[in-house]
Nanobody, 126 residues
């Protein structure tokens, strides 16, 4: 089992930046990929970014490329999402997710993730 807790959400003006963090705990001895997803108001949850176990491979949704950066520190058991040049359409609840243990490859598919955080709200005002 892996437990995930997000932090860092909040209210920011368009063009601003926020950094989300995801702390992991539980049985984390095996490698696993992680990702960020978001659910805008009234919409389905969607993929944002993913990162492989060692961080060598990252993947981004087209809507956030060049603006967001995903990273992880396995020693600290944390994952981060640096969000720059935020737009009102980035407003959403952001979720941290982890694949099952021993699945080290990043994925953009929600069904590939077994563990989810409770979410953190990001609101971008125009």
């Amino acid at each position: 089992q892996v437990q995930l807790v997000e932090s860092g959400g909040g209210l920011v003006q368009a063009g601003g930046s926020l950094r989300l963090s995801c702390a992991t705990s539980g049985r984390t001895g095996s490698p696993y990929a992680m990702g960020w997803f978001r659910q805008p108001p009234g919409k389905e949850r969607e993929f944002v970014a993913a990162i492989s176990w060692r961080g060598a491979y990252t993947q981004y949704a087209d809507s956030v490329k060049e603006r967001f950066a995903i990273s992880r520190d396995n020693a600290k058991r944390t994952m981060s999402l640096q969000m720059n040049s935020l737009k009102p359409e980035d407003t959403a609840v952001y979720y941290c997710a982890a694949r099952s243990l021993d699945y080290a490859l990043a994925s953009a598919y929600q069904s590939d993730y077994s563990y989810w955080g409770q979410g953190t709200q990001v609101t971008v005002s125009s």
